[in-house]
């Protein structure tokens, strides 16, 4: 959906487009009403069974291969114990009465699907059921049909190339190691844009199109994702901050009764034992960022307010100039132009006040006087590297080097616009070379992943919480050890806003 936005001061008046909810997952429409039937009755699983609190998968070499009931099951059990797996039958589609629900329960102890190919029809609601589970769970799989490649469009889902069973049962393995090394750790993503959705009906318990939702952070083995209270930028005069900050406090609002409303799934984290203690319970935990300082509505005492409302981080700016501090885009007047004196007092008192800096959209020399100035380690919840692709919203290799020693982090985003010149056919593997870019200028304990979901995140092969296996999966390719991955989903960010929040002076 393409949003509008003019921006007016008294000097100038500024109009740019931006996709707010980027590469928006979607249905075929022939399919809309059997698969959106699917997630309803997903959605109403969770509401009764909570999360999947099953023991978490053992690494081993056993590969777990489900296979449907087919002529060809047989000879399919056959070849899957040939090339080293373990066969797992699935149930026929008499034995199940709300298919969607219960292969979606049962696929958490499978590691790959075997399918025959055109096996999966738009006139077979049981093949659909299965395919719609493989597609959710990101679960390797053989077996390419019409319909498949059709759901697969929507979905943004790399195309299938896998061939041979030898080589299903090898990915299957290498699935099994990143759900097992998913469930033993603690993992956030530490930006996504749902609040900003509410009017359309999301909701983080709601299994749907929407980029984020337990269920799909379940699939993805994800622990907690930051929910953004995302501002946009107008006039800074007395009504312009008096309606921004009423927004503010609206969006945060409408975040815990979100959250509330599916307590028996998810809770509000504020600290990190709080978010474990969470995990304990088998909840998804989420956590509030502020996008835009703008919301503070011009008064240094909303400060603490915010950290009262539990929030964690307030990115200083967006797309344009404020009170506070200079911004990175375009749309901004000056990027070598950083804090104002009025943003110097914000930053110290956010410091007072235990809330992390972050860093994601100000200018460079905002950039720059953050470092000076901030007695706490800083963030940047969903940047990139410039050296990879040059966009104002990344940080070129003296900032990341810069942020490595301040002990901050950089989180990176699943941006097309920000990722790559070919923003419509971007993939995971372009967002994975800022990842290794950034690892390696700013070493592994200052690195981490900020998606920007359902604001402008989601490329092909990550498009939504359930795919961010994916990405565990190619850090485990990459060569990365289980330490360093750790911090990657997690460590690091939760060590530095745990750092932030012990400089907090009542």
């Known amino acids: 959906m393409k949003r509008l936005l003019t921006f007016v001061t008294a000097a100038v008046c500024l109009t740019c487009s931006f996709d707010s909810t980027g590469q928006t997952v979607s249905y075929p429409p022939e399919l809309r009403a059997t698969l959106g039937g699917f997630d309803k009755q997903v959605t109403e699983w969770y509401a009764q069974n909570g999360c999947n609190t099953a023991e978490p998968a053992k690494e081993t070499l056993e590969a ?21 797996g373990t066969p797992v039958m699935m149930p026929g589609p008499e034995e199940m009465e709300k298919p969607a629900a219960e292969l979606h329960s049962l696929a958490s102890g499978w590691d790959g699907v075997f399918l025959p190919d055109d096996w999966v ?32 469009a929507g979905l943004r889902r790399l195309p299938c190339k896998i061939r041979g069973t030898r080589e299903l049962v090898w990915k299957a393995r290498s699935f099994r190691q990143a759900k097992s090394l ?8 530490t930006h996504c844009d749902l609040p900003e959705n509410y009017s359309r009906g999301w909701s983080v318990g709601k299994m749907g199109v929407s980029m984020c939702s337990v269920p799909k952070m379940d699939y993805g083995h994800l622990d907690a994702q930051v929910l953004a209270s995302f501002i946009w930028q107008h006039s800074e005069d007395a009504a312009g901050n008096k309606k921004a900050l009423a927004q503010n406090l609206k969006q945060i609002a409408q975040i815990k009764d979100d959250i509330s409303k599916h307590s028996n799934l998810c809770g509000l984290a504020t600290t990190l034992e709080e978010a474990l203690a969470l995990k304990e319970e088998g909840k998804k935990a989420f956590f509030i960022g502020v996008e835009n300082a703008y919301g503070l509505g011009g008064d240094i005492a909303n400060v603490k307010k915010m950290k009262e409302l539990g929030v964690i981080y307030i990115t200083l700016s967006h797309f344009r100039d404020n009170a506070i501090c200079n911004t990175s885009s375009r749309h901004g007047s000056n990027p070598n132009k950083g804090l104002t004196e009025f943003g110097i007092k914000v930053v110290e008192e956010m410091n007072r006040q235990g809330i992390l800096v972050d860093l994601s959209h100000p200018s460079a020399g905002t950039f720059r006087d953050c470092i000076k100035y901030s007695k706490a380690p800083i963030i940047c919840s969903h940047s990139g590297a410039k050296a990879i692709y040059g966009h104002d919203r990344g940080l070129d290799d003296r900032q990341l080097r810069a942020l490595a ?19 419509p056919s971007s993939t995971i593997n372009d967002m994975m070379k800022h990842f290794f870019h950034c690892v390696e200028i700013a070493g ?24 961010l296996i994916n990405v565990t999966v190619l850090m485990l390719e990459h060569g990365y050890t289980k330490d360093q991955i750790k911090g990657f989903w997690g460590g690091n960010f939760l060590r530095v806003m745990s750092a932030a929040q012990a400089l907090r002076k009542d």
């Not at 679960?139 to 697969?152: M, Q």
């Not at 469930?183 to 993503?189: Q, Y």
């Not at 200052?446 to 359930?466: A, E, L, T, Y």
């Open 64 to 84: 777990r291969i489900a296979i449907p009931i087919c002529p060809q099951s047989e000879i399919i059990r056959n070849m899957v114990r040939m090339a080293g």
């Open 121 to 152: 029809k738009d006139s077979d609601e049981y093949s659909l059921a299965v395919y719609k589970t493989v597609a959710d769970l990101n679960l390797p799989y053989i077996g390419i049909s019409k319909t498949s490649v059709k759901i697969d």
């Open 182 to 189: 998913m469930d033993e750790i603690f993992s956030i993503d």
């Open 405 to 423: 020693r301040n002990g901050g982090v950089i989180q990176v985003y699943a941006v097309p616009e920000f990722l790559t010149a070919h923003r």
């Open 444 to 467: 592994p304990e200052h690195v981490g992943i900020g998606s920007d979901f359902d604001g402008g995140g989601g490329v092909w092969g990550c498009n939504g919480d359930n795919d």
